[in-house]
């Protein structure tokens, strides 16, 4: 009896400093440029993964439509993190804000303008008089389509530029534009829906700046950066998981992305997506790291343009020091 009184007293002991010992969960909001869709498997797979809650962090999405409208949410203190672009990047420094690139979450360009063949859209210089759709103003999208048509002497007063929502590909398809400003992905996908017969121009033959970045307010990134090392950490595992692991993804996504009903599309449209996670720079130094020079040559484009009224200073934006 004495033994078991003991047996149960030190069971009590050990959960009592168990549960005293329990680190509470560190909160971390990423503001998404876009719904949860299945293109960014490896950050909704956290319920069945578990790399952040491993890394201490509970993770939450606020989801956006565009790299700006993520800026903005993170700006207004809804959000920890910005999932956004270069583009989104530069404007918001142009404007004032004090902002960090702290990961480069995808360094190849896969941004694109789609037209049907009996358009004769082949280049930035036939966007000239066109209807062409973007995902919405404060998206990649919209600026990326700056970018091709100022590196012709357009801008989009010589153009009509329509808001097409996420499902930009529909629109063209039934005839209400005559190209649409996409990513690779979207195409994809809009080549399942039957979309044949099209030509493509390819931002990254124009300037191939990375497509997606995490950033965060200077406040930040100086106040916080053990728990932004944490987040990374975290981050660069899920993405190591869904490059190593495709089918899996594609698994997951059925669930847990609102577009992954088809897990073989899910399938080829993670691995375009991995595609994009690589670059000669992460293959030397690891996921996650930028090119510094590319980053500044996307600055001084967008200023020469006369997308931005000042130059920008990337040494003082891009920091590589919470890269794991």
Known sequence: MRAEWMAVALMTVASSFGSAHAQPLDKVTVAGWSQPISEITNLLAEPDKGFFKAKGIDLGYVPGTGGGSAIQTMLTGQADIAFTDPAALYLALDKGEKLVAI????PQNVFNVVAPKAKGIKGPADLKGKRIGVYSLSSGTRQNLQVLLNQVGLTEKDATIEVTGLLNFAPLIQGQVDATAATDTGLLVAKSKGLADFDVIEVKNHLNLPSDIFVVTQATYEAKKPLLKRFLEAYRDSAAWMIAKPEEAAKVAVTRAINGRDEALNLEIIKLRNISTVSPTTAAKGLGHFD????????????????????????????????P
Do not use: C
């Open 103 to 106: 990961y480069n979450i995808y």
């Open 292 to 323: 510094p020079e590319l980053m500044q040559k996307g600055a001084d484009t967008f200023h020469r343009l006369g997308l931005i009224g000042k130059p920008i200073d990337i040494g003082q934006v891009v920091k590589s020091d919470l890269i």
